[in-house]
């Protein structure tokens, strides 16, 4: 496994042994557990957002992440990032942590993940880091 990975693992477990913490599965096949609640408003479609993400395979094996360095930036609903995180990401809560389980169908991509098989099934742990302000928003 690489960096990381032994810690995502731990989460996962952790995140499904946790009480208060339930799985919400979506009508897409989007599966999710809050692993930290935030504040504020929620994150919807049309805002920019930043986030950090760490994404592994199903066995825990790291195949990206941005921890460690600058967050990632999109606009959320703008088809910028797979839809899978698009959609993990909406309704989010700056600070809010969520561990993403993404079928193949929600995670259709070109070169993201570099050497990630196209019918894998991703785990994704995202935070929200901030929710961007518009600049001709009032």
């Known amino acids: ?28 096949g989007l599966r999710y557990t809050v692993l930290a609640r935030g504040e504020g408003r929620a994150a919807r479609k049309g805002q920019l957002v930043s986030i950090h993400e760490e ?46 389980v993404v079928p193949p169908a929600l995670s259709r991509r070109t070169s993201y993940p570099p050497n990630t098989p196209p019918d894998a099934v991703l785990v994704i742990d995202v935070r929200l880091m901030t929710i961007i302000p518009d600049r001709g928003a009032p």
């Open 55 to 100: 994404t592994a395979l199903q066995d825990g094996t790291v195949v990206y992440t941005s921890k460690g360095g600058r967050p990632i930036t999109f606009r959320l609903g703008g088809g910028q990032v797979i839809a899978g995180v698009d959609e993990g990401v909406t309704g989010m809560k700056v600070g809010e942590r969520r561990l993403l």
């Open 1 to 28: 496994m690489r960096r990381g990975a032994a810690a995502l693992a731990m989460v996962a477990v952790a995140a499904a042994c946790t009480p208060r913490a339930r799985a919400v599965n979506t009508p897409s």
